[in-house]
């Protein structure tokens, strides 16, 4: 089994910035990445970012490229994403996942409980 736990959730105004963490365990390291996605209320849970544990390839939605960077420490097994000029949209509850660092959830095998952000105008 695997445990992925996520924190740095919060408030914040617009244009502001947060970092998420997610701090994985067990079994986490035999597959090949770790991903964040969000999803709003009424919304379906849509792809954010993703980054492979071995070379460190990035990948993002287009909705945040250039806004959001995710990274990770391998030595920690814990990945981050640093989110900034944070506007209204980007309110939702954030998942970190571990899996295949595609952009579809059904790459991921292991989810975490989710934190929110929530960015008002």
Do not use: H
């Amino acid at each position: 089994q695997a445990q992925l736990v996520e924190s740095g959730g919060g408030s914040v105004q617009a244009g502001g910035s947060l970092r998420l963490s997610c701090a994985a365990s067990g079994r986490t390291r035999i597959t090949l990445g770790m991903g964040w996605f969000r999803q709003a209320p009424g919304k379906e849970r849509e792809f954010v970012a993703a980054i492979s544990w071995s070379y460190g390839r990035t990948y993002y939605a287009d909705s945040v490229k250039g806004r959001f960077s995710i990274s990770r420490d391998n030595a920690k097994n814990t990945v981050y994403l640093e989110m900034s000029s944070l506007n209204p949209e980007d309110t939702a509850i954030y998942y970190c996942a571990a899996g295949r660092p595609g952009q579809r959830y059904t790459e991921y095998d292991y989810w975490g409980q989710g934190t929110q952000v929530t960015v008002s105008s």
